[in-house]
């Protein structure tokens, strides 16, 4: 007798209640596609960073898999990158002074390690904004650690192709600096555009770093 095959995650929306859960997978996933525990950072800092312009200016193309009532996967997208990266440091200032002032955590090597690593790759991200042009829109997908290889990336991933198609855009972009980013990217389409480098941080070398897009 054979087992019923398990059924595909469902997807849906993000709800505010979810940011707790998105909050953590982010951090279990931050560092080249690992948990950020072994560095030391703080946790909220990180999530803020990579989260917080998406959960608060484009909500409506944030996507989670479900699990039973258990966020264990997210994207992240956008369909205008240029307006977002206009806003985006308006919408982290104050939760950076917070962060390094009120709460000090200016004077920790790991908040340190972190800020070097932004400043140094502002200048590769500049590059590949530039390249991206043609491709506006963007995304970010992150799975749980042990739901990943379930599908459910997949998934995310077709929310946001479609969602993207309807809004009349004409491509997305990504960048991945996770050793298997590429080969799951190019499986909807995505196709290398520029390679750089990733600045060292907390004691790994710089990684290959890949932009990729397709167009709709």
């Known amino acids: 007798m054979t087992s019923s095959p398990t059924p595909p995650l469902p997807i849906r929306l993000f709800r505010s209640e979810d940011e707790p859960a998105l909050r953590r997978i982010c951090y279990q996933t931050a560092w080249f596609g690992s948990s950020m525990e072994a560095t030391g950072a703080d946790e909220c800092l990180v999530s803020d960073l990579l989260l917080l312009p998406y959960l608060r200016y484009t909500p409506e193309t944030v996507w989670v898999a479900d699990h039973g009532g258990q966020v264990?996967?997210?994207?992240?997208?956008?369909?205008?990158?240029?307006?977002?990266?206009?806003?985006?440091?308006?919408?982290?200032?104050?939760?950076?002074?917070?962060?390094?002032?009120?709460?000090?955590?200016?004077?920790?090597?790991?908040?340190?390690?972190?800020?070097?690593?932004?400043?140094?790759?502002r200048f590769v991200h500049r590059e590949f904004q530039r390249e991206a042009t043609p491709w506006p829109a963007h995304l970010h997908l992150n799975i749980a650690p042990a739901h990943q290889g379930t599908g459910a990336g997949g998934r995310l991933m077709r929310h946001f192709l479609q969602k993207a198609k309807n809004a009349g855009s004409a491509g997305i972009h990504v960048t991945t600096s996770s050793p298997h980013g590429p080969s799951f990217f190019e499986h909807y389409g995505f196709q290398p555009v520029l390679e750089r480098?990733?600045?060292?941080?907390?004691?790994?070398?710089?990684?290959?770093?890949l932009l990729m897009a397709v167009s709709l």
């Not at 390094?100 to 090597?109: A, E, I, T, Y």
């Not at 480098?197 to 770093?209: D, M, V």
């Open 72 to 121: 264990v996967g997210y994207l992240t997208g956008c369909l205008d990158t240029v307006r977002l990266d206009r806003l985006r440091p308006w919408i982290l200032a104050p939760r950076l002074f917070r962060h390094l002032v009120l709460r000090r955590r200016l004077v920790q090597p790991p908040t340190r390690a972190l800020l070097r690593y932004g400043l140094q790759s």
């Open 197 to 209: 480098k990733t600045p060292a941080l907390f004691g790994r070398p710089p990684q290959p770093w």
